[in-house]
């Protein structure tokens, strides 16, 4: 006999092959009495050319539970000496759980020592089922849903299904179970399945094809899809205030709750859409834009390529470099005043200390003349030069008057707040060559009137 324990679980449908070498036994007969099936979906059936023995059945509602429910009774009759072995090839047990669960653990044969006027049966150990082996030239693909780890927003996926060439019948099951046995048959099998208007979600496609030795294992094929768009995109610039930035920072947000956010793509106005990427912030940043008053346009993508979009306005000004300083205004008023009152330092200083001068050089070009001769004469009268223009900077320094100072020191703050200016851009984005030079020469104005 051929018999199932439950252990403790429900059942609703069994299906098996049984396999034995018809060299040294044969099948004299199958019988369906006492059977735990109701209703047969493969009556039992045997050759004793292929060797093998096939049925199928349901246990219709409430289900069967127990330890030995008989499948079906088989008489066999031994042909010659040796030893025979009687195995399961493929089995399958259904839960009755609405799922369609395989549930079979293990599948136990036996074995029969035929001697001339005696048999002796031997059990044969409870080897644990082994996972499904692909049958070379038995496979599942999809053109539709290539790749079984991604998602897809098509719900109308195409199937094709390659089977050996002995496959007499083929049977398929979709399930959202990933161990599910195919209950719908094709006879003859089919080599493509077309599915419409599939729910959200991780489906399995389930196929096993029955040939001269019976019914094969199941493989399935995983296909995900989701139709849903995204949901609550939210764009929210950081730093709002601060629209001189070229480069505006971004935090983006999305829901989806099935295949999950993928990316962000942006586009302004009638350009091309940039997929975005965040920093180390988790903040998002467009690429450097020019002035002006612009559309911004976000979109959100999930994982099967559906997408939300939200548009808003984006303002970007220019830095307020203006074209003339307000140093410049007065510089050339004050550059007159310090001219002024550096030639009348000069004139001072020739009309009080002249003689002095005079007689020093006449001094210096005798002495040199005597001591060293001509030779040296054009150097120290270089020397003599650039000590007198000293002394002339210096005393045109302590003799500017107390309005030239006041208005040095105006100068000086406003260079600083150029300089902060300046600065404050050079933070955002790299100054243009002009800005730079502008930056350098200021800088130097406002070190030397520091000094002063």
Do not use: C
């Amino acid at each position: 006999m051929v018999k199932v324990n439950t252990e403790g679980q429900s059942i609703n449908a069994v299906d098996g092959t049984i396999g034995f070498n018809p060299s040294n036994i044969e099948v004299v007969s199958v019988s369906k009495n006492n059977s735990i099936l109701n209703l047969w979906v493969q009556d039992p059936t045997y050759s004793n050319v292929a060797g093998n023995i096939n049925f199928g059945g349901v246990v219709l509602n409430p289900g069967y539970s127990g330890s030995s429910g008989t499948l079906i009774t088989v008489t066999l009759k031994a042909k010659k000496d040796g030893q025979a072995n009687v195995n399961f090839i493929t089995a399958s047990v259904l839960a009755n759980d609405g799922y369609g669960t395989n549930v079979l653990k293990s599948m136990n044969g036996a074995s029969f020592n035929i001697t001339p006027g005696a048999i002796q049966q031997q059990p044969l150990a409870s080897p644990k089922a082994e996972a499904p082996v692909v049958i070379s030239g038995f496979e599942i693909s999809s053109l539709t849903h290539l790749d079984q780890s991604k998602w897809y927003s098509n719900n109308d996926p195409v199937f094709q299904i390659k089977f050996p060439p002995d496959a007499r019948e083929l049977n398929l099951v979709l399930s959202r179970n990933e161990k599910s046995t195919p209950k719908i048959k094709y006879t003859p099998p089919i080599s493509e399945k077309i599915l419409e208007d599939v729910e959200e979600g991780v489906w399995y496609l389930h196929v096993n094809y029955r040939g001269k030795l019976g019914l094969s294992q199941t493989i399935k094929y995983k296909f995900q899809i989701d139709t849903g768009l995204p949901e609550n995109l939210k764009v929210v610039r950081i730093s709002p205030d601060d629209t001189i930035n070229p480069n505006p920072k971004f935090e983006l947000s999305a829901d989806d709750s099935l295949s999950g956010i993928d990316h962000y793509e942006a586009k302004i106005d009638n350009g091309e859409w940039l997929t975005l990427s965040a920093d180390a912030s988790g903040s998002y940043s467009l690429h450097s834009q020019t002035p002006g008053k612009k559309q911004l346009a976000v979109r959100a993508y999930d994982q099967a390529g559906n997408y939300i979009e939200s548009s808003q306005e984006l303002q970007v000004d220019a830095p307020p470099v203006p074209i003339k300083p307000a140093w410049y205004l007065f510089l050339g008023p004050i550059l007159e005043t310090l001219g002024k009152g550096f030639d009348a330092v000069l004139n001072f200083m020739f009309r009080q200390r002249l003689p002095l001068l005079a007689l020093l050089v006449v001094g210096a070009l005798v002495g040199q003349l005597v001591a060293k001769g001509a030779p040296r004469l054009s150097g120290e009268i270089e020397k003599i030069r650039y000590i007198a223009s000293e002394y002339r900077a210096q005393k045109k320094l302590k003799k500017l008057d107390h309005k030239t100072k006041l208005e040095l020191k105006i100068l000086e703050k406003d260079i600083k707040k150029e300089l902060d200016l300046l600065n404050k851009i050079a933070d955002h984005r790299s100054l243009h060559p002009e800005e730079a030079y502008l930056r350098t020469k200021l800088d130097k104005y406002y070190n030397t009137l520091k000094k002063l």
